[in-house]
T-cell receptor, first 113, second 112 residues
């Protein structure tokens, strides 16, 4: 059974478009995250939700808007895509927001042309 | 903010030991983690160590923690070609959340 799944796996789109990436976890975890990994493999937290409540919001352009319809799902919507948004976006989840293992999804490779 | 540094690349021969190093700045970290990323895949937790421990052994993996120097290392004994991957150390970012600060990643290349 897939623990943390993301769709789509690959996304190629043009500058200026709006796109969404979806994430689902079936682990019963309370906390979910979005991370961005750039072309040099640097990995940085973007957002985190705990039980549908936003608890981490790093310095990210407001073109990025996360949404958590329930604690098993965390989606990422990106408006007016730019070349610099090209990266691999990873979703992760953990039992709670206080520590412990984070389980990562397989990633969504976004390419903006 | 927290800064976590690693060397970028390590090449070893199959059967040798690999040692991947990590330095961090936040001395209040309670757990320190090692994650593995295989090509085209997500991150997988390999092991972790509590900050009150100096060493943790888990089969072929040995984690050493030097809190005074803020230095963490991962030793892989009898390195296999399947160990080829990027290895990230990570520390909690502080505050009341489980935010992880990742190191820059070390690419381990195992030569047959």
């Amino acid at each position: 059974d897939t623990a943390v799944s993301q769709t789509p796996k690959y996304l190629v789109t043009q500058m200026g478009n709006d796109k969404s990436i979806k994430c689902e976890q079936n682990l019963g975890h309370d906390t979910m995250y979005w991370y961005k990994q750039d072309s040099k493999k640097f990995l940085k937290i973007m957002f985190s939700y705990n039980n549908k409540e936003l608890i981490i919001n790093e310095t990210v352009p407001n073109r990025f808007s996360p949404k958590s319809p329930d604690k098993a799902h965390l989606n990422l919507h990106i408006n007016s895509l730019e070349l610099g948004d090209s990266a691999v976006y990873f979703c992760a989840s953990s039992q709670d927001s206080w520590g412990g293992e984070q389980y990562f999804g397989p990633g969504t490779r976004l390419t903006v042309t | 903010g927290e800064d976590v540094e690693q060397s970028l690349f390590l090449s070893v021969r199959e059967g040798d030991s690999s040692v991947i190093n990590c330095t961090y700045t936040d001395s209040s970290s309670t757990y320190l983690y090692w994650y593995k990323q295989e090509p085209g895949a997500g991150l997988q937790l390999l092991t972790y160590i509590f900050s009150n421990m100096d060493m943790k052994q888990d089969q072929r993996l040995t984690v050493l923690l030097n809190k005074k120097d803020k230095h963490l290392s991962l030793r892989i004994a009898d390195t296999q070609t399947g160990d080829s991957a990027i290895y990230f150390c990570a520390t909690p970012g502080g505050g009341a959340t489980n935010k992880l600060i990742f190191g820059t990643g070390t690419l381990l290349a195992v030569q047959p």
